[in-house]
């Protein structure tokens, strides 16, 4: 299998994966949703991109989830085979409100 679907594979898996968990050990305030996941080139590292609803609850669910970052990678063992999980980090997706403003503009 190309390294290229392999990443795309394990994109995918953390993306999924993650999603699943803040989901399940969230508190119900904010709704954090795993947006996409991006390897880096060697695959040692992975940035998770997140975006939390409503928008003044991003900083306390981005504080959330980097607390909660050495428990995911537990959990990314148990359920993705894969020869190592990749250290992770998190970063806000604001292009998803971008979209999100752009649709209203255009249904106006």
């Given at each position: 299998?190309?390294?290229?679907?392999?990443?795309e594979?394990?994109?995918?898996?953390i993306t999924r994966e993650a999603a699943e968990y803040f989901l399940r050990e969230g508190n119900?305030?904010?709704l954090i949703t795993v947006t996409h996941t991006v390897l880096t080139k060697r695959?040692?590292?992975?940035?998770?991109?997140i975006s939390v609803?409503?928008?003044n609850k991003e900083k306390a669910g981005?504080?959330?989830v980097n607390r909660n970052l050495g428990e995911l990678r537990k959990v990314l063992r148990e359920k993705i085979r894969s020869r190592a999980?990749?250290?992770l980090k998190v970063i806000a997706d604001h292009g998803e409100?971008?979209?999100?403003?752009?649709?209203q503009l255009l249904k106006e």
């Open positions: 299998m190309p390294i290229r679907d392999h990443n594979k394990l994109e995918n898996a119900r305030q904010a695959g040692n590292g992975a940035t998770l991109f609803f409503p928008e981005l504080d959330f999980i990749p250290s409100r971008a979209r999100d403003e752009i649709n």
